[in-house]
Nanobody
Framework: QVQLVESGGGLVQAGGSLRLSCAAS????????MGWYRQAPGKQRELVAR???????NYADSVKGRFTISRDNAKNMVYLQMNSLKPEDTADYYC???????????????WGQGTLVTVSS
């Protein structure tokens, strides 16, 4: 079993900052990439940022220059530093990882339960 647990969500005023964390645990052989998606009420889930085990990153255009994704490979953790937050950033934020479980040859995409970020105007 593999589990992703997010933390760090909450309520913040526009212009403020939050840092999300996500820890992957369980019978993990390797993690290829980790990332963050978000889903606002009434909208589809969308990519926020993703980072590979080599450190390559990609971001949604809407967060470039404001959000920074980072990763601690030794701890199987990924972080999302969110600065200059806007009300439109309000959403449930989900951690995801493309990984290989011990004893399984194919990669799996695993999701966390989500953490709510609310940005007030």
């Amino acid at each position: 079993q593999v589990q992703l647990v997010e933390s760090g969500g909450g309520l913040v005023q526009a212009g403020g900052s939050l840092r999300l964390s996500c820890a992957a645990s369980g019978s993990i052989f390797s993690i290829r990439s980790m990332g963050w998606y978000r889903q606002a009420p009434g909208k589809q889930r969308e990519l926020v940022a993703r980072i590979t085990n080599g450190g390559n990153t990609n971001y949604a255009d809407s967060v470039k220059g404001r959000f920074t994704i980072s990763r601690d490979n030794a701890k199987n953790m990924v972080y999302l530093q969110m600065n200059s937050l806007k009300p439109e950033d309000t959403a449930d934020y989900y951690c995801t990882a493309e990984l290989r479980v011990v004893g399984v040859t194919s990669n799996l995409e695993v999701w966390g339960q989500g953490t709510l970020v609310t940005v007030s105007s």
